[in-house]
């Protein structure tokens, strides 16, 4: 990369798909609980796959070994489409992955649990992880981001037209049905938000023994 990550200044997040644990659908594993119970009983077992190694499902998957005392094996793919293979062909016990891609595979998975603040309204039956009592409210963000030298009134702009659009009822209606959760993070809100990210995730590059030593 030709830039470094201080020389861009986020000015809107407007959504994320969260992180979702999935299984094939033929898989013995009906709900988290007999998750856990598969987990526990054979520490090292279960496989999970995720897209990319160091990635974002990577240290989903980290996290949620640490928050249940579990012990399963990340599988790393190149991306979503080499994964897909592999969990619906049941060659991995299941995937620390994305809402998009549990709707978008809804009759060849089976979702377990979900790190959303309430229950997506596509899979009604899927506890959220704070259910089961992990505060886990978190996935793939995705935002707008402008040149440090932006003037603060032209990312005060940008911040309001994208925060104008995500109010839009058909923006609302599409996220929802894509398995995206729209989230209204603009310059007001940044600071507060990009600090508690910033420990959250710098506790998660530990977990995967990244950063500095």
């Known amino acids: ?3 470094k990550t201080a020389d861009i200044t986020p000015v809107f997040w407007f959504h994320y798909t969260p992180d979702i644990l999935v299984v094939p659908e033929q898989s013995p594993i009906k709900n988290f609980a007999d998750f856990l119970k598969a987990a526990k009983a054979a520490p090292g077992k279960l496989s999970l796959g995720g897209s990319g190694q160091n990635s974002a499902n990577h240290a989903a998957h980290e996290r949620m070994n640490k ?5 399963t094996i990340y599988v790393p793919f190149k991306g979503t489409g080499d994964m897909a293979t592999s969990v619906m062909g049941a060659q991995v016990d299941g995937a620390m992955t994305y809402t998009a891609f549990a709707i978008n595979n809804k009759t060849r998975i089976r979702p377990l649990a979900v790190a959303m603040e ?21 996935g793939a963000y995705r935002g707008i981001g402008v040149p440090k030298s932006t003037p603060p009134e032209a990312r005060k702009r940008m911040s309001d037209l994208w925060r104008a659009m995500n109010t839009d009822p058909e923006m609302k209606d599409l996220a929802a049905k894509s398995g995206f959760e729209l989230v209204n993070v603009g310059v007001e809100e940044m600071d507060t938000f990009m600090a508690e990210k910033v420990k959250l995730y710098t506790e998660g590059a530990g977990l995967l023994n990244l950063g500095k030593k």
């Open 1 to 3: 990369m030709q830039y």
């Open 67 to 71: 928050a249940f005392g579990v012990k």
């Open 118 to 138: 309430k229950r997506h309204p596509l899979m009604p039956d899927v506890p959220t992880f704070r259910e089961l009592g992990v505060d886990w409210v978190d």
